[in-house]
């Protein structure tokens, strides 16, 4: 299913909602945009919460093939594509940890950042704010992801998606309108469903950052720079794509 499907549906179940709770509440609202932005915000949040649990198909893995069209649409060589992979995935080359749980990295510290500018959360849910900060060394790495993303997302489900990095290609949940999505939880729904939506993201993700010139050009210090951020160098992030893309560049020929 492509974005635009999802959107289309998306806007059926909200106009539907929209007709059935009319006349219940349109009253309790000063204007139809006040309505409408309650809607928009309760439906979006029945789409997060089920998105993480049903959203995943059978086919969720991504191909090769998935790969080479992507690539070829992009204008880039599949083996650039197979190095952000390596880097962001690992070993795994995987976007789940399993079927049903896209791989995540919770950012605590953008979190705090976050939800500190609505300081009357944190008074009222200090005992879940004080578990997202707590250590867990007694759980696995995406345990603890996981938990804190789940516990965050009863604070402010919109900032616990934006604070987290998701997938095989490690986007922050802050970039979704880049990615092409219509909100932090369609973006969200997205990363859960499949390898290839998370493909379809990062492409998008490119060409909106416009560091898809820097892909096509294989200039990895730029891209580097722009994708993991400043302090790429120390940990090498442009040498270890460089590399990843020759090793890929073999296998190809």
Same mark, same amino acid.
């Given at each position: 299913m492509t974005i635009?499907?999802?959107?289309?549906? &998306?806007?059926?179940?909200?106009?539907?909602?929209?007709?059935?709770?009319?006349?219940?509440?349109?009253?309790?609202?000063?204007?139809?945009?006040? =309505?409408?932005?309650?809607?928009?915000?309760?439906?979006?949040?029945?789409?997060?919460?089920?998105?993480?649990?049903?959203?995943?198909?059978?086919? =969720?893995?991504?191909?090769?093939?998935?790969?080479?069209?992507?690539?070829?649409?992009?204008?880039?060589?599949?083996?650039?594509?197979?190095?952000?992979?390596?880097?962001?995935?690992?070993?795994?080359?995987?976007?789940? =940890?399993?079927?049903?749980?896209?791989?995540?990295?919770?950012? &605590?510290?953008?979190?705090?950042?976050?939800?500190?500018?609505?300081?009357?959360?944190?008074?009222?849910?200090?005992?879940?704010y004080a578990k997202i900060m707590a250590d867990a060394p007694n759980q696995t790495h995406q345990q603890r992801n996981s938990n804190r993303l789940s516990l965050a997302s009863e604070i402010d489900e919109s900032i616990a998606i934006q604070s987290t990095f998701w997938g095989m290609f490690q986007i922050g949940g802050f970039n979704w309108k880049k990615c092409g999505a219509q909100s932090p939880h369609q973006f969200a729904y997205l990363m859960s469903r499949s390898e290839h939506d998370q493909l379809e993201l990062f492409a998008k993700f490119l060409i909106n950052s416009d560091l898809i010139k820097y892909l096509r050009a294989k200039n990895w210090s730029a891209f580097a720079y722009y994708y993991n951020g400043p302090r790429y160098r120390s940990k090498k992030y442009h040498i270890r794509l460089a590399a990843a893309y020759k090793k890929h560049l073999r296998n190809n020929d």
């Open positions: 635009t499907k999802v959107v289309n549906i &998306r806007r059926i179940v909200a106009i539907m909602v929209l007709i059935l709770m009319a006349p219940l509440s349109l009253f309790a609202f000063k204007t139809i945009e006040e =309505y409408q932005d309650s809607i928009d915000h309760a439906f979006d949040s029945i789409f997060f919460t089920s998105s993480l649990r049903f959203a995943t198909p059978a086919n =969720y893995r991504l191909t090769e093939d998935d790969i080479r069209q992507v690539a070829n649409e992009l204008g880039v060589e599949v083996a650039a594509i197979h190095a952000v992979v390596d880097i962001e995935a690992g070993s795994s080359h995987s976007g789940f =940890y399993s079927q049903l749980e896209p791989i995540i990295n919770f950012d &605590r510290k953008f979190f705090r950042s976050l939800i500190s500018k609505q300081p009357e959360k944190i008074r009222q849910n200090k005992t879940t």
